[in-house]
């Protein structure tokens, strides 16, 4: 973890910027995989890991806003704690070690809560995204009915939106990390191997690096299925791969990349089209991308590049600009351009994404991709996001417009036939806003055709 005083500092900011009552951040606890004692891998709640750093279950961070009181409640360990897991801090030793004052047992949360309720203190508290502590939190503050708070909501993503140093360099070894298990990837991707012995690998190398994958990886020849977690196909010569790999730092900030690789080693004249409109795409966004920009204006500059693109393979016809508007695109990248990335892959989601990535006066889009778009509003310096425009060739939503007769004017329809089985194309990295502009984070992972074929034969 950081030091004791950046969790301190980030604490008064939070107390200050919510204004009054307690704050209530509750840590994950273990789930369970098939029983009770048989647990997925922890995974600490992110805003708890922000404000208190501590990688443990069982804790709850305690605010008083009005008082400047901090508490963490939790548990020291027991004897059989200690027989079945080893020697394990205590809670006051936790405590210290993110700066926090006070401990109190995690069973007496209920009473403390009620106690400051009936003392007429507000309590603020995300929305639950586990079933325990929605349950918990009910118990806890006597009532069915959760009303998360807005303004904690708010202003932990008024923290979480702007990335330290100390974060940038997090997010950079995780970047560190998934640029070996791209080299890996395009080393051993070849026609007959299986799309599990390629995972198996890059799952290893995260392990390896004492981290995990931030998000189940994605590596399928049937790139067009857009979360594909399916890796049983035989790779064959002349399909590609949508590769959507990303590692955690041991400390859990993400990383988020894609690339698009050949099984052969070597793109078709087609799949090099496609690649060559998708790049063009992610280069144009990269370069709008800075300060006082929407967002939402990157993500059409990114449709109209592939608008024009797709003209220029007698897909589409029109003006590229126009169709970008209409949403003529989204039915070829029916997702947004990108998201904000930190210790979330797609970060602070359960906050709510219109509250992360939406501004005043900007209204959710419903055209079909768009609609997906959770980053939309302006730009600012400290942002850490991802690009990662693609083009895809749905068969059933194909079918779907072309029945409808949607956007008939634009879509050659009859044309299109001829790409409906070339499957998906994606190229993504990440980025900090400067001051100026946006600066990739992380080693630079084989992104030409020629930087990608070359990467597959060393
Ligand atoms: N890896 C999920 C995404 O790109 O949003
Ligand atoms: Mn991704
Ligand atoms: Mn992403």
Known sequence: MFQASVYAQRRRQLAQNTGNGILLLPGNNYQPFNYTANTFPFRQDSSFL????LDLPGMALVMDADSGNEILFGHDPTIDDVIWEGPLPSLSDLAASAGIGHTKEYADLAAYLQNAIAKGQPVHYLMPYHSDLKIALADWLGTPELTPSVALTKAIIAQRSYKSDLE???IERSLHTTFDIYRYAMQHTKPGKKEYEIVGGIVGIAGAAHGQMAYTPIFSVNGHVLHNHHYGNTMQAGQWVVADLGAESEMHYASDLTRTIPVSGKFSPVQRDIYQTVLQAYTNAAEAARPGTTYRECHLLAWQTIAEGLTNMGILKGDAAEMAQLGVPGLFMPHGLGHMLGLDVHDMENLGENHVGYEAGQERSTLMGLKSLRLARTLETGFVLTIEPGIYFIPPLIDRWASEGKF?????????????????????????????DARMLGPQVPRTIEEVEQAMHI
């Open 408 to 436: 008939k004017d634009f879509i050659n329809y009859d044309r299109l036939q001829d790409f409906r089985n070339e499957g998906g194309c994606r190229i993504e990295d990440n980025y900090l806003i400067t001051d100026a």
């Open 50 to 53: 922000y404000f208190a750093g």
């Open 168 to 170: 940038i360099a997090q």
